[in-house]
């Protein structure tokens, strides 16, 4: 939960979004009321985007005042995700 560490989260998304793209045992994401914003959603799905090898098939994005800027990143993720179910 990074809700209370808002400081911190522009120093962890770089290793967050890296993390989530390589591993190939996650299979769900929890990652709401986090409100990693623009730049740290963008950097989270752009990075799954380039990761074939990703194994994510549900997301809980609640609370995360996703808006069209994060919508386009969410998108290209979609279109291109083989593992994604919810």
């Given at each position: 939960?990074?809700?209370?560490?808002?400081?911190?989260?522009?120093?962890?998304?770089?290793?967050?979004?890296?993390?989530?793209?390589?591993?190939?045992?996650?299979?769900?994401?929890?990652?709401?009321?986090?409100?990693?914003?623009?730049?740290g959603?963008?950097?989270?799905?752009?990075?799954?985007?380039?990761?074939?090898?990703?194994?994510?098939?549900?997301?809980?994005?609640?609370?995360?005042?996703?808006?069209?800027?994060?919508?386009?990143?969410?998108?290209?993720y979609?279109?291109?995700?083989?593992?994604?179910?919810?």
């Amino acid at each position: 939960d990074l809700s209370s560490m808002s400081a911190v989260v522009p120093k962890i998304i770089p290793i967050l979004a890296e993390y989530i793209s390589v591993s190939t045992s996650l299979t769900e994401v929890n990652l709401r009321g986090n409100l990693l914003g623009n730049e740290g959603w963008c950097a989270v799905f752009d990075a799954l985007r380039g990761s074939p090898q990703n194994k994510v098939s549900k997301w809980d994005l609640s609370w995360q005042r996703i808006n069209p800027v994060i919508c386009k990143s969410i998108a290209a993720y979609m279109a291109v995700s083989t593992s994604l179910t919810s």
